[in-house]
Structures are given as structure tokens and as C-alpha cells.
């Protein structure tokens, strides 16, 4: 079967961007960050990810699939803020 007809990669696209407009609404800035196929999540940053004032701190993934993730969102973190991996 055709993955992103059995997702509903459409449907899903407009999902994540209503998601990321509400979150916007609540006076959270929003950075985009480009997609990476390797890890299909990805696009849940805030798991990944947590930020506290100046500081991101980069949480280790459990699940093996999603361990690279971090390495993906670290150069835009770090140019954000100050970046603290918990490893």
C-alpha cells in the first residue's frame, strides 16, 4: 500500500500547521525547521527539545528511530540558544 495515502500525509500537513498557528496565537515564536525523512516525528520538536529561557536542552530519545533527531535540530537550536544535551 501507498505510505502517505495510509497516513494521510494531507491531511496531516494541515494538522501540524494548525498546530503550529495555535501555538503561534499563544505567543510562542515558531521556528520552521527543514523536514529530514529519516525521521518521520520530526516533526514534533518539542519531544526532542525543551526550551527554558536562554537555554534548549537537547532530551534523549528512547525510541531507536528517533535518536537522530537531535543531531538534525542542534545547528538551528544553537543558533537560537544555548544549547545543553542531556545525554
Given at each position: 500500500?501507498?505510505?502517505?495515502?495510509?497516513i494521510g500525509v494531507a491531511l496531516a500537513r494541515a494538522?501540524?500547521?494548525a498546530y503550529?498557528?495555535?501555538v503561534a496565537g499563544a505567543?510562542?515564536?515558531v521556528i520552521r525547521v527543514q523536514p529530514d525523512d529519516r525521521y518521520p516525528d520530526c516533526?514534533?520538536?518539542e519531544d526532542p527539545v525543551a526550551v527554558v529561557g536562554e537555554v534548549a536542552l537537547g532530551l534523549?530519545?528512547?525510541a531507536a528511530s528517533r535518536r537522530g533527531e537531535l543531531a538534525h535540530?542542534?545547528?538551528v537550536m544553537e543558533r537560537e540558544r544555548d544549547l545543553r544535551r542531556l545525554d
Open positions: 500500500p501507498d505510505r502517505a495515502a495510509a494538522q501540524h500547521a503550529a498557528e495555535a505567543g510562542v515564536e516533526c514534533f520538536v534523549p530519545m528512547a535540530l542542534a545547528p
